[in-house]
């Protein structure tokens, strides 16, 4: 049979690490199939779209700038990839070209990993309302937290998400941080707040009760400030890094037949790529 093969495209995509997870597995699982990066500049995606069934490709990663493009040029859609508005992974059904969205699945599958019973942990508040605050607001909502409380430096882009998501979701400015953080179970940042080792907090996890449990989107650093001061709190810390790698799965399954799994090894491998080792 011939070689199964995707791809990721992105503008720019040299920095993805989604060929290095993907290669990893394909290894592992001695399958014949490739995994490529491919720059597609943004007037160029809809050309590159159509030629993808032709060029033999059996789906792919989509990343920024091109995640509502994709959106917009598949044919069919999943729901998460409705209700977050973005598609990122790309595969062929009877010919089809359908697109689904794996951010939410991979930010609940990370908590799953490292803090089991998460989703029962009270009020979840979440920093940003911006394209991955959509994703975690789904997979909260999926996994039944009932109080989502949105705060956005921008009010409006809060109570926009506010609405989309309806009941139980709600939307606040940074002033009422404090206030909101004294009952939460989970607090979630999705702002680029604290990457490259900036430094600025953007919440103060010291407000927190001693049940809750602090995640970080953001995984360059590994530790951001918002973890690394959450830790010095006491309080459960889960990194991001693990939301990248399980977004990756259900892609990698659609493509080339096997469910890969999450492992140490793995893991240790994408830790040295980001610390240059
Ligand atoms: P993404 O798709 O990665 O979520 P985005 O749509 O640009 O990116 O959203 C970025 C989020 O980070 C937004 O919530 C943004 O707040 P605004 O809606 O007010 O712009 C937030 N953000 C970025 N820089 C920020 C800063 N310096 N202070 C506070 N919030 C910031």
């Not at 109080?147 to 009422?176: K, P, W, Y």
């Not at 953001?218 to 459960?236: C, I, N, S």
Request: glycine share 12%; net charge negative.
């Amino acid at each position: 049979m011939a070689e199964k093969k995707a791809f990721v495209t992105g503008h720019p995509i040299a920095h993805s690490r989604s060929p290095k997870i993907h290669g990893y597995w394909l290894a592992k699982y001695g399958i014949d199939g490739s995994y490529e990066a491919i720059d597609v500049a943004p007037a160029d995606f809809a050309a590159f779209l159509k030629s993808l069934g032709e060029n033999g490709y059996r789906g792919g990663n989509v990343t920024i700038p091109h995640k509502e493009a994709a959106f917009a040029g598949v044919a069919r859609r999943d729901h998460a990839a409705d209700e977050i508005g973005a598609v990122n992974t790309l595969w062929f059904e009877d010919g089809i070209l359908c697109g689904g969205n794996t951010d939410g699945y991979g930010f609940a599958a990370n908590l799953d990993e490292h803090a089991p019973g998460w989703a029962a942990n009270g009020p979840a508040v979440v920093l940003g309302a911006g394209g991955a605050s959509r994703a975690v607001i789904h997979a909260l909502k999926e996994r039944g937290v009932k109080d989502i409380r949105i705060v956005n430096r921008t009010l409006a882009r809060a109570e926009e998400l506010s609405r989309h998501f309806g009941a139980g979701v709600s939307a606040h400015g940074a002033g009422a941080l404090s206030e909101l953080l004294a009952d939460a179970g989970l607090l979630i940042n999705t702002t680029s707040l604290g990457m490259h080792g900036d430094a600025t907090l953007s919440a103060d996890p010291a407000g927190l009760p001693d049940h809750a449990i602090v995640t970080d989107i953001v995984y360059v650093p590994l530790e951001t400030p918002l973890l690394a001061a959450a830790r010095a709190r006491g309080l459960k810390t889960v990194d991001g890094l693990g939301m990248l790698l399980h977004q990756a799965v259900p892609g990698f399954e659609r493509w080339f037949g096997r469910k890969p799994e999450v492992t140490p090894e793995l893991r240790r491998m994408i830790v040295a790529d980001i610390e240059g080792r």
